[in-house]
């Protein structure tokens, strides 16, 4: 079955400290997989998307991610966090067998100490 | 409009009562999508929508929950006899058209969502 996994609940970082969130996926092909974040009160909003071709993707607000395929793993960095990316994140995956259904992780959930 | 709204932002019910929940999709777009998001969780899929044709509803937990779209426009997604576990956060998106047409992807915009709470 395809599934997505987070394995971090929480992190916390320092402002102007990297950040790294890792995503794991199970599926039999290269899905489309998407990072999305979620601030209290707000919808999703998406970060970035990946459905082929370079490996490194770039997104709003600073953000990047990688697709390893030897890994299944598609994690979220960014160089220097600020205190406005205090919020929970989301990794999903779109396609195949599961046709237009996002299918998303349990969610990482960011803490910024000034 | 500039984006999804969805109605009422916040709604308490109490246990075996019904409830009707409302998407306002961005204008044009042909897909609407349910999802629910637990507390602690991820949002999961419940029920797609292309225009009025409700393509997909393998999501729905129950046949307590129905959704409908009759214009293919708004949608409503209708919970009836309410219970505990029905409490979550309730979120629609909309896309231009389906998401892995052949044109390639068409994003999905999640509206803020409707939080429910079952007493």
């Known amino acids: 079955a395809q599934s997505v996994t987070q394995p971090d609940i929480h992190i916390t970082v320092s402002e102007g400290a990297s950040l790294e969130l890792r995503c794991n996926y199970s599926y039999g092909a290269t899905p489309y997989l998407f990072w999305y974040v979620q601030s209290p009160g707000q919808g999703l909003q998406l970060l970035l998307k990946y459905f082929s071709g370079d490996t490194l993707v770039q997104g709003i607000k600073g953000f990047e991610a990688e697709f390893k395929r030897s890994q299944s793993s598609f994690n979220l960095r960014k160089p220097s966090v600020h205190w406005s990316d205090a919020a929970e994140y989301f990794c999903a995956v779109l396609g195949g067998e599961y046709g237009n259904k996002l299918v998303f992780g349990a969610g990482t959930i960011l803490r910024v100490k000034s | 409009g500039a984006g999804v709204s969805q109605s009422p932002r916040y709604k308490v019910a109490k246990r075996g009562q019904d409830v009707a929940l409302r998407c306002d999709p961005i204008?044009?777009?042909?897909?609407l999508f349910w999802y629910q998001q637990a507390l602690g969780q991820g949002p999961e899929f419940l029920t797609y929508?292309?225009?009025?044709?409700?393509?997909?509803k393998s999501g729905l937990p129950s046949d307590r929950f129905f959704a409908e779209r009759p214009e293919g426009s708004v949608s409503t997604l209708k919970i009836q006899r309410t219970q505990q576990e029905d409490s979550a956060v309730y979120l629609c998106?909309?896309?231009?058209?389906?998401?892995?047409?052949?044109?390639?992807?068409?994003?999905?915009?999640f509206g803020p969502g409707t939080r429910l709470t079952v007493l």
């Open positions: 204008s044009g777009h042909v897909s």
């Open positions: 998106a909309s896309s231009l058209t389906s998401p892995t047409g052949t044109s390639g992807y068409n994003e999905q915009f």
């Open positions: 929508f292309q225009n009025e044709a409700q393509l997909d």
